[in-house]
């Protein structure tokens, strides 16, 4: 399927995934009963979801601003209020289209450059909210090569061209992913890499529910699961941080097995239970 001139949203639906994934990791409790989820979704869809989540990220701000951000950063100097909350959100929109290029495409998986992009301004945020020079330094100045103009332009035609999956691989990918949090879920003690990516499933998750709603303005179903994976997003987003913070600090390794929380599992728990799994 050619993707040549992908759809164009309305600034009220692109402020609707603003907020959306603002508030993605809110730990909140807005949902008593959970609805039962499908996992499946129209070709369409997966055409549509793409196109608004690389016009999110296109649209919300510019190479030179998160440049210069990072620049502050190399300085030795600190982020204004103002500006973190911008590096923040300008994280967020590469995080949610990466969600949707490993949604969404045949491959399955995002551009090597975008990758590697949306990790290490995950640790350079890390860097800088635990005042670790080395870090700030090591990750900044590689941010600085990934971020220059042949790479951005590079990153550009490759997300503009991405090929969609269709409906069944869509449908594959997405069952697997759940079929994985399931088999994480049955172990006792989990690696800091196995919480992990425990947690990018339900990302990306949260990321393809606070799509669908955005567009079509709020279902209340389709809100209600997004608003149920946004409160187990928050949760275990708190617990990574800790688990972050005692490997800087020397406290704890990363890798140490550790029992999944309790509140996280009976969330997690809940959340398979209500999944309606594809035939």
């Known amino acids: 399927m050619s993707n040549i001139g992908w759809k164009r949203y309305p600034q009220d639906v692109v402020g609707q995934l603003f907020l959306a994934v603002e508030n993605n990791d809110v730990i909140n409790s807005e949902t008593a009963e959970l609805p039962l989820i499908q996992l499946g979704t129209s070709q369409q869809n997966i055409q549509n979801f793409y196109a608004l989540c690389l016009q999110f990220w296109s649209d919300g701000f510019t190479r030179e601003e998160l440049?210069?951000?990072?620049?502050?950063?190399?300085?030795?100097?600190?982020?204004?209020?103002?500006?973190?909350?911008?590096?923040?959100?300008?994280?967020?929109?590469?995080?949610?289209?990466?969600?949707?290029?490993?949604?969404?495409?045949?491959?399955?998986?995002?551009?090597?450059?975008?990758?590697?992009?949306?990790?290490?301004?995950?640790?350079?945020?890390?860097?800088?909210?635990?005042?670790?020079?080395?870090?700030?330094?090591?990750?900044?100045?590689?941010?600085?090569?990934?971020?220059?103009?042949?790479?951005?332009?590079?990153?550009?035609?490759?997300?503009?061209?991405?090929?969609?999956?269709?409906?069944?691989?869509?449908?594959?990918?997405?069952?697997?992913?759940?079929?994985?949090?399931?088999?994480?879920?049955?172990?006792?003690?989990?690696?800091?890499?196995?919480?992990?990516?425990?947690?990018k499933i339900v990302s990306q998750q949260v990321s393809f529910f606070d799509t669908w709603r955005s567009i079509e303005n709020n279902p209340p179903e389709v809100y209600a699961i997004s608003r149920f994976l946004a409160n187990i997003n928050g949760l275990m987003g708190q617990k990574h941080d800790e688990m972050v913070a005692d490997k800087l600090s020397g406290t704890r390794e990363y890798e140490t097995p550790t029992p999944l929380d309790s509140h996280i599992r009976e969330c997690l728990e809940q959340l398979v239970g209500k999944i309606v799994r594809v035939s």
């Open 67 to 199: 440049l210069s951000l990072i620049n502050i950063l190399l300085a030795g100097k600190e982020l204004t209020t103002e500006q973190h909350k911008r590096y923040k959100y300008i994280r967020a929109r590469y995080k949610h289209l990466r969600f949707a290029q490993r949604l969404y495409s045949q491959k399955h998986d995002a551009d090597k450059i975008f990758k590697a992009t949306t990790v290490y301004l995950g640790h350079l945020q890390d860097g800088f909210k635990n005042a670790d020079k080395k870090s700030i330094n090591y990750y900044g100045r590689v941010l600085r090569l990934l971020l220059s103009r042949p790479a951005w332009n590079w990153v550009k035609r490759s997300l503009e061209n991405l090929q969609v999956d269709n409906q069944v691989g869509f449908e594959y990918y997405v069952s697997h992913q759940i079929k994985q949090l399931t088999l994480l879920l049955d172990k006792p003690n989990l690696t800091g890499t196995q919480f992990h990516d425990m947690r």
